[in-house]
Structures are given as structure tokens and as C-alpha cells.
T-cell receptor
Framework: SQQGEEDPQALSIQEGENATMNCSYK?????LQWYRQNSGRGLVHLIL???NEREKHSGRLRVTLDTSKKSSSLLITASRAADTASYFC?????????WGAGTKLIIKP | DAGVIQSPRHEVTEMGQEVTLRCKPI?????LFWYRQTMMRGLELLIY????????DSGMPEDRFSAKMPNASFSTLKIQPSEPRDSAVYFC???????????FGQGTRLTVV
């Protein structure tokens, strides 16, 4: 089942620009996670933010969580060609990870 | 650790044949998930095991699909008989526990002709 809704569905930006992706969800959560999937590969975990956290950083990644609005954003700063991939949010609730449809990010050189 | 290992990476089979997908989770992880990914339906959870016990199989599409986890280091997903609409990429993922990140295998790309 899918709960998260990523926005936008696709995003194309120039290398060096920042990329922002959003995720909305419906039910209460224990945590929210972001994953990256390169074409033809498995998903790779990027960052996990717990329901009592509001912001988290990891390298060029910044994630925010607003539980009152049931939404999260993933910011990738100073994008690189290697960031080209699909990005998924997943909400963890009752042991399950519930996935969104993903945002396809293309970084143009 | 080598990560989650799935085999085969690619499988092409004829309609009606039995297909068995295999997964070796990361050692020490007690949660295992089977997912199916298609362009139309995205990523779907098929079944979830905790400590080798199936906890939630509500995502298994039909009786043609079955999954087992005979021990902590091995799981199978079987489709019998296979149909063209089963064509998808099947992922296995493991996790050290609840409220934790999932580690995915590279997937098995199944084509049923």
C-alpha cells in the first residue's frame, strides 16, 4: 500500500543547483525515511527522521518533518550528476514501511 | 557483510512455469520484506517476516504466490504458475528491527512470456 505522496513526480535541474522534494502522508508515524534508487538498482537508505525530530542533516542532505502538516521535505544542496536517481519517502508505522511513488530527479551537466 | 543477496538477478520464464526467487538477508537482521516494483503500481509490500515468522502477507496478490523463511539466513518467494502480469522487479529487504532502516538487495527482474 502507498501512503506517501511525493511532489513533484519529476524534477530536472542544472548541476550545482539545489533540489527540493516533498512528501506528504496520512497517518501517524514513528519515523519517516528517504531512499534513493538508481536505475536498475535496489533502494539505498539516505536518512531517517523520527517523529519527535524536526530537522536532520547528513552531508549535502537536509530533511525536515512537520507532523502537524504530515509532510516532509528532502533538500539536496549543490547537486551533482551522480544525484540523478529516483527518491522515495517511506513512513514507518506499525512495523511497516509505507512507500510513496517517488520523485525522479535529473541533474543536467 | 555483503548486504542482502538476491538470486537470480534476472529470470525469464514461460507462462505457467514455477519461479523461485531467493534471498539471503544481512546476518543479525530479524525483519525481512519481499517487495514488488512495477511502473504502474510502484513499490508494493508482498510479505513481512519477523524472526522467521510471517507477520503480514496481505500484500501477496494471489494464492499463486507463496513465501517461506525456513531459517534466519534464507527466504524464498515462489510463483506457481507464473503469468505475464507477474513480470516486475522483486526486491528483498532486511532490517535490524522495527523503527529501523531497510537494506535492499539488488532485486530480481522477472519476465514471464
Amino acid at each position: 500500500s502507498q501512503q506517501g505522496e511525493e511532489d513533484p513526480q519529476a524534477l530536472s535541474i542544472q548541476e550545482g543547483e539545489n533540489a527540493t522534494m516533498n512528501c506528504s502522508y496520512k497517518t501517524s508515524i514513528n519515523n519517516l525515511q528517504w531512499y534513493r534508487q538508481n536505475s536498475g538498482r535496489g533502494l539505498v537508505h539516505l536518512i531517517l527522521i523520527r517523529s519527535n525530530e524536526r530537522e536532520k542533516h547528513s552531508g549535502r542532505l537536509r530533511v525536515t518533518l512537520d507532523t502537524s502538516k504530515k509532510s516532509s521535505s528532502l533538500l539536496i544542496t549543490a547537486s551533482r550528476a551522480a544525484d540523478t536517481a529516483s527518491y522515495f519517502c517511506a513512513t514507518e508505522s506499525n512495523y511497516q514501511l509505507i512507500w510513496g511513488a517517488g520523485t525522479k530527479l535529473i541533474i543536467k551537466p | 557483510d555483503a548486504g542482502v543477496i538476491q538470486s537470480p538477478r534476472h529470470e525469464v520464464t514461460e507462462m505457467g512455469q514455477e519461479v523461485t526467487l531467493r534471498c539471503k538477508p544481512i546476518s543479525g537482521h530479524n525483519s525481512l520484506f519481499w517487495y514488488r516494483q512495477t511502473m504502474m503500481r510502484g513499490l508494493e509490500l508482498l510479505i513481512y517476516f519477523n524472526n522467521n515468522v510471517p507477520i503480514d502477507d496481505s500484500g501477496m496478490p494471489e494464492d499463486r504466490f507463496s513465501a517461506k523463511m525456513p531459517n534466519a539466513s534464507f527466504s524464498t518467494l515462489k510463483i506457481q504458475p507464473s503469468e505475464p502480469r507477474d513480470s516486475a522487479v522483486y526486491f528483498c529487504a532486511s532490517s535490524p528491527g522495527t523503527y529501523s532502516e531497510a537494506f535492499f538487495g539488488q532485486g530480481t527482474r522477472l519476465t514471464v512470456v
